[in-house]
């Protein structure tokens, strides 16, 4: 950007140069090169002879003008012990030099042979502005168009990273939760603010963290808490910059970005979305001389080759840490892999506070309860839900947040924002009401379940209703017969349709797909099938890899397929047939729910436990 800059500011100043002297010598040419002579008539000649008393000798050059009749006269005049000449164009030679005769005989006057003026000479001074502003022109052109080529070709394989404002500087205090993570990477923090403490020891600075999580959970901050807490530089790039079209480029930005690193050493390298260039190598199509695997060997030899990065430590961030090259997850390349979890509830309720910081919040707000229900948030999940709230609040001309802005701006996160204003028939919310009321029913019957929060038939997203759990607890591992109850309750609104309106719709498809989903991922990913045993079927990371996916098959053969097919749907019809007894056994609090569900559209889960205990 400088350098630009610097470029276009001295085409400027060679611009005005250059106009500069052209115009002096348009000037010079157009006025005989500092002749000061001026047209004369008869009379001012008079008068001019008359004023001049030391006149010592008139020359006279006659000058061709069609008739001949115009010329030069040049007074020589003697002024004190100098002589100057005084140059005069004057109208007609042969009167002038009449007059000078008959009135002034004592001057001596000399006439010089005809001096022809040429049509060249006159034409000289225009012919040569227009070749100079022509030739400035194409000049500033040709520089213009090699400083920009130049600049471009300069900068092609220079890398794209920046470094971050030390004004902005991000601390541990400002990162909520994390607390394993925090001090797993407090060490870092050690060795950049006192290497001799480790070196003295034998401890090598590490080369390289890997920031591994879900998007979303903070790893970016995490990056640029290390950096504020060591006070050193943070150069941050993403992956996808490395690469280009053109082969070499990305190679060239990797060694830039490292030579731009040592420089100022100690100092941190975050590289974000790293799985953008450090995929495992010979899984394309096009083999293994592709721009992005130069690219990938590139910063493998940077991290740990024969050069020494000493003070240097790269750190990077990528949800997909499974289809990364292993020769950039050995140690000496990235010593660490850090995982970075999704809060839990305490983590939820801290970084609540901190995005609540500068709102407004009402006194109906119960920050615990909005931690309770966001279960599998991640930060940027509440920051983005605190936000909502505040928009929420603002289009309603509030003074503060309500606990109602936070849920309202939870619906319209988690599922969309709600279609009041759509009409819809008597038919179809009664429909959508039973349907609904046949989740809440199971969801409260079944202990595994997590209790009903809210329930609703107003149209919110692509769904025409939802009915909004509760969770008590964050949860690590999930049960087998977790897992079977969810399927239980995301068919019980298909079983309710069926047993109230000797009907089904097509409201259940998502419920549906989700149920399938489960019991697929029980029998070929996590064991549970009774018949097939504890085996995985498939691979996880299916179709990551087009080349690989083609030469290599699935490990299980036909009749296998057919045997997983069928335990799939056996479980599926196992769900189906619990959620239709349930409901059969609480086909009055289906038919009381679906009423009260129509005449408000909808209710809390107090509400709903309130039929139960009638």
């Given at each position: 950007m400088n350098n630009t800059k610097r470029t276009g500011t001295r085409g400027i100043v060679v611009y005005i140069i250059f106009m500069a002297v052209t115009m002096?010598?348009?000037?010079?040419?157009?006025?005989?090169?500092?002749?000061?002579?001026?047209?004369?008539?008869?009379?001012?000649?008079?008068?001019?002879?008359?004023?001049?008393?030391?006149?010592?000798?008139?020359?006279?050059?006659?000058?061709?003008?069609?008739?001949?009749?115009?010329?030069?006269?040049?007074?020589?005049?003697?002024?004190?012990?100098?002589?100057?000449?005084?140059?005069?164009?004057?109208?007609?030679?042969?009167?002038?030099?009449?007059?000078?005769?008959?009135?002034?005989?004592?001057?001596?006057?000399?006439?010089?042979?005809?001096?022809?003026?040429?049509?060249?000479?006159?034409a000289l001074p225009?012919?040569?502005?227009?070749?100079?502003?022509?030739?400035?022109?194409?000049?500033?052109?040709?520089?213009?168009?090699?400083?920009?080529?130049?600049?471009?070709?300069?900068?092609?394989?220079?890398?794209?990273?920046?470094?971050?404002?030390?004004?902005?500087?991000?601390?541990?205090?400002?990162?909520?939760?994390?607390?394993?993570?925090?001090?797993?990477?407090?060490?870092?923090?050690?060795?950049?603010?006192?290497?001799?403490?480790?070196?003295?020891?034998?401890?090598?600075?590490?080369?390289?963290?890997?920031?591994?999580?879900s998007p979303g959970t903070g790893k970016t901050y995490l990056a640029k808490a290390v950096a504020g807490e060591a006070d050193v530089p943070f150069l941050s790039i993403s992956g996808s910059d490395f690469v280009e079209m053109f082969v070499g480029v990305g190679a060239s930005r990797v060694r830039d970005l490292f030579d731009q690193a040592k420089r100022l050493a100690p100092c941190i390298v975050f590289i974000d979305e790293i799985d953008a260039v450090g995929r495992q190598r010979g899984t394309g199509l096009g083999g293994g001389h592709d721009e992005r695997e130069q690219t990938l060997n590139q910063l493998?030899?940077?991290?740990?080759?024969?050069?020494?990065?000493?003070?240097?430590?790269?750190?990077?961030?990528?949800?997909?840490?499974?289809?990364?090259?292993?020769?950039?997850?050995?140690?000496?390349?990235?010593d660490r892999k850090i995982v970075v979890n999704r809060p839990d509830i305490r983590e939820r309720k801290e970084v609540l506070d901190i995005y609540a910081?500068?709102?407004?919040?009402?006194?109906?707000?119960?920050?615990?309860?909005?931690?309770?229900?966001?279960?599998?948030?991640?930060?940027?999940?509440?920051?983005?839900?605190?936000?909502?709230?505040?928009?929420?609040?603002?289009?309603?001309?509030?003074?503060?947040?309500?606990?109602?802005?936070?849920?309202?701006?939870?619906?319209?996160?988690g599922i969309g924002a709600e279609k009041k204003s759509r009409r819809i028939s008597e038919k179809e919310k009664r429909e959508t009401a039973y349907h609904e009321v046949g989740h809440a029913i199971i969801q409260h019957v079944l202990p595994e379940l997590d209790p009903v929060h809210v329930i609703s038939i107003i149209p919110t997203g692509l769904a025409g209703g939802y009915t909004m759990s509760l969770p008590s607890e964050d949860e690590m591992y999930i049960s087998k017969k977790k897992l079977k109850a969810e399927m239980v309750g995301l068919l019980g609104g298909r079983a309710a349709e069926e047993l109230i309106l000797n009907d089904v719709t097509t409201g259940a498809s998502n419920d549906i797909e989700r149920s399938s989903e489960i019991a697929r991922k029980m029998v070929t990913r996590y064991g549970m099938s009774e018949n097939l045993g504890p085996l995985q079927f498939g691979d996880k990371n299916e179709e990551v890899f087009l080349g690989r996916e083609i030469g290599h098959a699935r490990n299980y053969g036909d009749r296998t397929a057919d045997e997983i097919d069928i335990e799939v749907k056996n479980l599926v019809d196992e769900a189906y047939a619990q959620a239709k007894e349930i409901l059969q056994q609480n086909i009055d609090i289906l038919n009381r729910g679906a009423d009260l569900l129509v005449e408000k559209e909808k209710i809390t889960g107090e509400e709903f436990a309130a039929l139960f205990a009638e």
């Amino acid at each position: 950007m400088n350098n630009t800059k610097r470029t276009g500011t001295r085409g400027i100043v060679v611009y005005i140069i250059f106009m500069a002297v052209t115009m002096g010598i348009m000037i010079l040419l157009m006025n005989g090169f500092g002749n000061s002579a001026s047209w004369m008539t008869d009379k001012e000649a008079e008068e001019c002879l008359a004023a001049e008393q030391n006149i010592k000798e008139i020359r006279i050059t006659p000058v061709s003008a069609g008739d001949g009749s115009k010329g030069q006269a040049v007074f020589v005049v003697q002024e004190g012990n100098s002589v100057k000449n005084k140059q005069y164009f004057i109208s007609d030679v042969g009167a002038f030099r009449q007059k000078l005769l008959a009135e002034h005989p004592s001057i001596p006057v000399r006439t010089a042979p005809l001096k022809e003026e040429s049509g060249f000479l006159k034409a000289l001074p225009y012919i040569t502005m227009i070749v100079l502003v022509i030739g400035l022109v194409i000049f500033l052109m040709m520089q213009a168009s090699a400083g920009n080529a130049n600049n471009k070709m300069m900068n092609f394989g220079r890398s794209r990273a920046v470094v971050a404002d030390k004004n902005a500087k991000v601390t541990f205090n400002d990162v909520a939760g994390s607390y394993e993570e925090k001090e797993e990477l407090q060490e870092l923090v050690e060795f950049l603010k006192n290497p001799g403490r480790f070196t003295t020891l034998g401890a090598l600075i590490p080369k390289g963290v890997l920031l591994v999580g879900s998007p979303g959970t903070g790893k970016t901050y995490l990056a640029k808490a290390v950096a504020g807490e060591a006070d050193v530089p943070f150069l941050s790039i993403s992956g996808s910059d490395f690469v280009e079209m053109f082969v070499g480029v990305g190679a060239s930005r990797v060694r830039d970005l490292f030579d731009q690193a040592k420089r100022l050493a100690p100092c941190i390298v975050f590289i974000d979305e790293i799985d953008a260039v450090g995929r495992q190598r010979g899984t394309g199509l096009g083999g293994g001389h592709d721009e992005r695997e130069q690219t990938l060997n590139q910063l493998l030899v940077e991290m740990d080759g024969f050069t020494v990065n000493q003070g240097v430590i790269v750190m990077a961030a990528t949800n997909r840490v499974d289809i990364l090259d292993p020769a950039l997850l050995r140690p000496g390349r990235f010593d660490r892999k850090i995982v970075v979890n999704r809060p839990d509830i305490r983590e939820r309720k801290e970084v609540l506070d901190i995005y609540a910081r500068n709102k407004p919040l009402g006194s109906d707000v119960d920050l615990e309860t909005i931690a309770k229900i966001t279960a599998g948030f991640t930060p940027a999940d509440l920051k983005n839900l605190m936000n909502e709230a505040a928009i929420l609040a603002a289009r309603n001309a509030a003074a503060f947040i309500s606990m109602a802005d936070i849920q309202a701006s939870l619906i319209r996160v988690g599922i969309g924002a709600e279609k009041k204003s759509r009409r819809i028939s008597e038919k179809e919310k009664r429909e959508t009401a039973y349907h609904e009321v046949g989740h809440a029913i199971i969801q409260h019957v079944l202990p595994e379940l997590d209790p009903v929060h809210v329930i609703s038939i107003i149209p919110t997203g692509l769904a025409g209703g939802y009915t909004m759990s509760l969770p008590s607890e964050d949860e690590m591992y999930i049960s087998k017969k977790k897992l079977k109850a969810e399927m239980v309750g995301l068919l019980g609104g298909r079983a309710a349709e069926e047993l109230i309106l000797n009907d089904v719709t097509t409201g259940a498809s998502n419920d549906i797909e989700r149920s399938s989903e489960i019991a697929r991922k029980m029998v070929t990913r996590y064991g549970m099938s009774e018949n097939l045993g504890p085996l995985q079927f498939g691979d996880k990371n299916e179709e990551v890899f087009l080349g690989r996916e083609i030469g290599h098959a699935r490990n299980y053969g036909d009749r296998t397929a057919d045997e997983i097919d069928i335990e799939v749907k056996n479980l599926v019809d196992e769900a189906y047939a619990q959620a239709k007894e349930i409901l059969q056994q609480n086909i009055d609090i289906l038919n009381r729910g679906a009423d009260l569900l129509v005449e408000k559209e909808k209710i809390t889960g107090e509400e709903f436990a309130a039929l139960f205990a009638e």
